[in-house]
């Protein structure tokens, strides 16, 4: 199984690596939004009840790394209805390799994915003033929360893909994707919201995952955000898997 899987990631980041068409929005995407975001609202930091932080840039890049994996996930999606509808799927199917390596090797190229990611954004903090403050105990946590709330999304976008079986379903996607993210407290303080997105955002794993990246990047490492974001990311995480292998056994008996 482990071997299969490897096989899958490696062909699954070699074709991200031919179709850099699909590769660069994952990254374009969200840096532009945290141009935008930062050269716009700079001055939101001055608000009262907005927490205390050295630049906007510090708190806009938990939001910008959340929605640059929500957009991997989205593309795992893609990647595997694309392999669907092509019939590499049904090739997949009829060799001998254990059936969940087709999970687990496109997760494990979502995890490779979602690692550069997270690197990118830590990489423009640095360079344009606002890197991670929490030194190496809040680097290692970064990337352990974004890694795990890539694969995540990967693993949802994946369940989505073997239900729907179609890329363009998958695209569909995309808007509701924006909607769960903005209804969170990735781009802007859960207590500045207003009502009713205070009270979504307070239930929204998104928020969490959120935190947990934010809470490095601002100051010294704090055990609760950091924690919880975590725990939301592990949860949503094995929750997820469990769907897209369901989702696989499904797809098996129906073919």
């Not at 930091?45 to 910008?64: D, E, I, K, R």
């Not at 903090?125 to 929490?134: A, H, K, V, W, Y």
Request: without cysteine; aromatic residues 8%.
């Amino acid at each position: 199984m482990i071997r299969a899987s490897l096989a899958l990631a490696r062909r699954a980041l070699r074709n991200t690596a031919r179709r850099p068409q699909f590769a660069a929005p994952l990254l374009v995407m969200p840096t532009l939004f945290l141009a935008a975001n930062v050269g716009g609202l700079t001055r939101s930091t001055a608000l009262p009840g907005f927490p205390p932080v050295n630049s906007f840039l510090n708190f806009q890049l938990a939001g910008s790394m959340t929605q640059a994996l929500l957009l991997g996930g989205v593309s795992s999606g893609i990647a595997v209805a694309l392999e669907i509808e092509d019939g590499f799927f049904d090739r997949l199917v009829i060799s001998p390799i254990p059936r969940v390596a087709i999970v687990l090797g496109r997760l494990a190229a979502t995890a490779v994915l979602a690692f550069t990611q997270v690197l990118y954004f830590l990489l423009i903090g640095t360079i344009f003033g606002g890197g991670p403050e929490g030194g190496v105990i809040g680097f290692a946590a970064i990337v352990a929360i974004g890694v795990i709330a890539g694969i995540a999304f990967g693993a949802i976008g994946v369940t989505i893909a073997l239900r729907a079986r179609t890329v363009s379903t998958v695209q569909g996607i995309f808007p509701l994707v924006l909607v769960v993210l903005f209804v969170s407290s990735a781009f802007f303080p859960r207590g500045l919201l207003e009502v009713p997105a205070r009270q979504i955002a307070a239930f929204n794993p998104l928020s969490y995952i959120a935190d947990g990246l934010r809470n490095p990047i601002v100051g010294s490492v704090s055990a609760g955000p950091v924690l919880e974001g975590l725990a939301a990311a592990v949860g949503l995480a094995a929750a997820a898997i469990a769907l897209a292998v369901w989702s696989l056994r499904v797809r098996l008996r129906a073919v």
